[in-house]
Nanobody, 124 residues
Framework: QLKLVESGGDLVQPGGSLRLSCSAS????????IAWFRQAPGKEREGVGC????????NYLYFMDGRFTISKDNAQNTVYLQMSNLQPADPAIYSC?????????????????WGQGTQVIVSS
């Protein structure tokens, strides 16, 4: 059974950093692409970025300012989202999702497998 579990969400001050983890079971990350999405209350879900099976990471348009970095450890079967200089606009539920194959589709509807999400709060 394919399963994704996120962790690492927390309360941080503006300007702070967090590293979120997405642990996979039931499949191997060297076969699947994993994307990070986020959704704030009352807002549409938006894609943060994706890392494909080969390890190439792509940040989606809004997140190309260098504050968010996606990486993975195939040995640990875990994908990470390193977030720095967190801003008041960043609080949301952050979720990881698997496309079920090696490449990164763009839209959330193309990802059939989702974790439960982890909450990030940015507040002083």
């Amino acid at each position: 059974q394919l399963k994704l579990v996120e962790s690492g969400g927390d309360l941080v001050q503006p300007g702070g950093s967090l590293r979120l983890s997405c642990s996979a079971s039931g499949f191997r990350l060297n076969d699947h692409a994993i994307a990070w999405f986020r959704q704030a209350p009352g807002k549409e879900r938006e894609g943060v970025g994706c890392i494909n099976a080969s390890g190439r990471a792509t940040n989606y348009l809004y997140f190309m300012d260098g504050r968010f970095t996606i990486s993975k450890d195939n040995a640990q079967n875990t994908v990470y989202l390193q977030m720095s200089n967190l801003q008041p606009a960043d609080p949301a539920i952050y979720s990881c999702a698997s496309s079920g194959f090696a490449l990164c589709p763009i839209g959330p509807d193309d990802y059939p497998y989702w974790g439960q999400g982890t909450q990030v709060i940015v507040s002083s």
